[in-house]
């Protein structure tokens, strides 16, 4: 098992900032990747962005380039979403997540089998 926690949303304003983190712990050692997912109220859970956990290979939603930034640090275990320029339809719960298959970097939630609780980012405008 693979234990996963969110931290870092919260409220802020359009073309602000915020910085997720979520802390792995457990059978880590299993982890290929770990991505960042979020799921908007009556809309389908939608992949953010994914990092390698051995190369750092970093695929990216298109609707996110150039705005938001996924990392890792592999001292504590953990991975980053830097979110700049938000923006109101980023509005959603965001939740982390690991992958233990082959695929180097899966976009898909179904290639998840670690998630987070989530944590709630909300943009005004």
């Known amino acids: 098992q693979i234990q996963l926690t969110e931290s870092g949303g919260g409220l802020v304003q359009a073309g602000g900032s915020l910085r997720l983190s979520c802390a792995a712990s457990?059978?880590?050692?299993?982890?290929?990747?770990m991505g960042w997912f979020r799921q908007a109220p009556g809309k389908e859970r939608e992949f953010v962005a994914t990092?390698?956990?051995?190369?750092?290979?970093?695929v990216s939603a298109d609707s996110v380039k150039g705005r938001f930034t996924i990392s890792k640090n592999n001292a504590e275990d953990t991975v980053h979403l830097q979110m700049n320029s938000l923006k109101p339809e980023d509005t959603a719960v965001y939740y982390c997540?690991?992958?233990?298959?082959?695929?180097?970097?899966?976009?898909?939630?179904?290639?998840?089998?670690?998630w987070g609780q989530g944590t709630q980012v909300t943009v005004s405008s």
């Open positions: 457990g059978r880590t050692f299993r982890r290929v990747a």
């Open positions: 990092i390698n956990w051995s190369d750092g290979r970093i």
């Open positions: 997540a690991a992958s233990i298959i082959l695929s180097a970097l899966p976009t898909n939630k179904y290639q998840y089998s670690y």
